[in-house]
């Protein structure tokens, strides 16, 4: 099975992060975990992305917050897939980090998830390495099932209270 690669611009992103890692360590996919900048550490997050599908990556999560271009300068150096997280800052709640992610130039996309969305962060890279993996699909699949089975359990809850 292909690894995920995560990347985060500050250890600040940690909370954010351990939602990505417990979701793909609950599906068993195995990942490495760094700190990269894109401004202050550039040279080593390039080589992080030039090297991925060498060390046997499928994919790269990348979290930032504020200018948030670490996924952006990922995304510049590789061609697997780039998925980033948008972290909340302490100035405009996260947007600024949002519209830094997602407005990337064309020919350089990042596949962008909610503000803090570490766990679906998770869930879109085993996706995406699922496409050649039927175990960790069949996973997912029975995430998918649970997730469902949670909610209609509450359905029947609420109905009965009223």
């Known amino acids: 099975?292909?690894?995920?690669?995560?990347?985060?611009?500050?250890?600040?992103?940690?909370?954010?992060?351990?939602?990505?890692?417990?979701?793909?360590?609950?599906?068993?996919?195995?990942?490495?975990?760094?700190?990269?900048?894109?401004?202050?550490t550039p040279e080593q997050a390039r080589d992080f992305a030039l090297n991925a599908r060498k060390n046997g990556f499928g994919c790269i999560i990348a979290a930032a917050g504020?200018?948030?271009?670490?996924?952006?300068?990922?995304?510049?150096?590789?061609t697997l897939p780039v998925i980033g997280i948008p972290c909340k800052g302490p100035v405009l709640d996260g947007m600024d980090a949002l519209l830094a992610t997602v407005q990337?130039?064309?020919g350089?996309?990042?596949?962008?998830v909610a503000i803090n969305g570490g766990a679906n962060a998770a869930l879109l890279a085993a996706q995406i390495i699922a496409v050649e993996d039927k175990a960790l699909a069949e996973k997912l699949d029975a995430k998918r099932a649970s997730d469902a089975a949670a909610v209609l359990e509450k359905d029947s809850t609420i109905i009965s209270k009223l």
């Open 66 to 78: 504020m200018a948030a271009h670490l996924a952006g300068a990922i995304a510049a150096n590789t």
């Open 108 to 112: 350089i996309p990042v596949a962008t």
């Open 104 to 106: 990337m130039p064309t």
């Open 1 to 40: 099975m292909k690894k995920v690669g995560i990347v985060m611009g500050s250890d600040s992103d940690l909370p954010i992060i351990k939602k990505t890692t417990d979701m793909l360590t609950s599906l068993g996919v195995p990942f490495e975990v760094h700190v990269y900048s894109a401004h202050r």
